[in-house]
């Protein structure tokens, strides 16, 4: 996507009261999704080993930020994309009993996205994850937390209102769901983007379900999803209408993750199935790991969305290509 310069944008708020107004977003938010999902807060690496196969490999194309390391010489160590099998391992390393969970902040960069009003290479993100049990893998659980996760969004909302009236974007009052397939079953002629915008713009707040898999007309995949931690029949994004930028916008991915069987089954369709042998992987095909439901949150996403901004360089400080600070400065978008 290219860099969209909304006609006539003027922020509402001044820098100095945007943070303020991120940092009440952020503190309030992170308790109000620990209260609805039954989530404790965790700390949580800001990189892993290589070799234990705990990064997130994204659409497996995307390069990790690594290093190495005095004390471990024979191994690569990376920054972490996201913590989404970090995060399961932890449950039970840490005794985390069944419907119990845990919350973080993840911090990571990704050195190969491309950049434009939502993208950054800096991501900031509460990630989480809950254990369930194996009964509990199924469509019903998975809307469960996604009307739990936007009723938490439409309380923030509601409490920015109060605190600054005429700052805020408003969210509609429900979150409609739709699978990838019925997508495409409805714009076949249209690009995954293109029908998410469709959908998006109809219903507003939408969960995206049903993401990974070969669709049916295309024989294609709707989007890119790492076969080793979400379902692809049981994930999904949680996206919004923004009418400031006249496009959706992601501010969650989430799913139930893999099953001993999923993982075996992803694995042969994505040709990986080299990735058994690493141990995480070892762990889960012997039943070792518990049954979880777990995704991101975006905070500056969310920042950004519930503050009317027009970047989310006006939520976060990070590295902006030249051109780009320039053009935003022209019309009134100052990034830090």
């Known amino acids: 996507m290219e860099l969209i310069l909304p006609k006539d944008y003027h922020p509402s708020l001044s820098v100095r009261d945007t943070e303020a107004a991120i ?16 989530l404790q807060r965790m700390s949580a690496p800001m990189f892993v080993e290589q070799s234990t196969g705990l990064n997130d490999n994204l659409n497996g194309i995307e390069r990790p ?14 920054v972490v994309h996201s913590l989404a099998k970090w995060k399961r391992l932890a449950l039970k390393r840490y005794g985390f009993m069944m419907h119990e969970g845990l919350y973080t902040n993840m911090n990571a960069i990704r050195r190969d996205e491309d950049l434009d009003n939502f993208h950054s290479i800096y991501v900031d993100q509460w990630d989480w994850e809950k254990i369930i049990s194996k009964q ?4 019903t659980t998975l809307k ?38 019925e997508l495409e079953d409805r ?13 998006a713009k109809e219903k507003r707040a939408v969960f995206l379900m049903k993401i990974g898999d070969k669709l049916q007309r295309s024989g294609k995949p709707h989007d890119g999803r790492a076969p080793d931690y979400d379902d692809w029949s049981l994930n999904g994004d949680l996206l919004f209408w923004y009418e400031p930028l006249g496009k959706r ?3 969650s991915s989430m799913g139930i993750r893999v099953s001993e069987e999923s993982l075996l089954s992803q694995l042969k369709k994505a040709n990986v199935e080299e990735r058994a042998s690493l141990p995480f992987h070892k762990m889960l095909l012997a039943g070792q790991l518990p049954y979880t439901i777990g995704g991101g949150i975006g905070q500056s996403r969310l920042c950004m969305m519930l503050l009317g ?3 989310i360089g006006e939520v976060q400080a990070s590295i902006w290509p030249k051109d780009m600070i320039e053009d935003c400065a022209k019309d009134d978008i100052f990034l830090l």
């Open 187 to 199: 714009w076949p002629d249209l690009s995954p983007e293109e029908r998410e915008d469709k959908i």
């Open 136 to 139: 509990e893998r199924n469509e």
């Open 249 to 251: 916008i992601e501010i």
């Open 23 to 38: 940092v009440f977003i952020r503190e309030t938010f992170q308790d109000k999704l620990s209260q609805a999902l039954n």
């Open 309 to 311: 901004k027009a970047h």
């Open 65 to 78: 930020v690594a290093f190495d390391m005095k004390a471990i010489p024979n191994d690569t160590i990376e």
């Open 144 to 181: 469960a937390a996604v009307e739990k996760i936007f009723s938490a969004i439409k309380a923030i909302e509601a409490e920015l209102i109060r605190r600054y009236p005429g700052s805020v974007y408003r969210l509609p009052d429900k979150v409609s769901f739709v699978t990838s397939q």
